[in-house]
């Protein structure tokens, strides 16, 4: 079985966080205040996902 590209998922999902955020910062100073909030916990959320995508990156390498 093929290795999963872990590097390639980890740094699309760093990137999309960093569009939210900068999003974010966007709406806030557009004046959208009910939305910054919700594309804030999504950059975190991608950030998230991407720290678990390496840790299991991590133990895959370990176990082979």
Known sequence: MK???????CAALVALGTA????AVQL???GYEPYVRDV???SVLMY???AMTAVTWARARRSH
């Open 48 to 50: 998230f996902t991407a």
């Open 20 to 23: 939210f955020g900068f999003l």
């Open 28 to 30: 806030h100073t557009s």
């Open 3 to 9: 290795q999963i590209p872990f590097g390639a998922l």
């Open 40 to 42: 804030a916990l999504s």
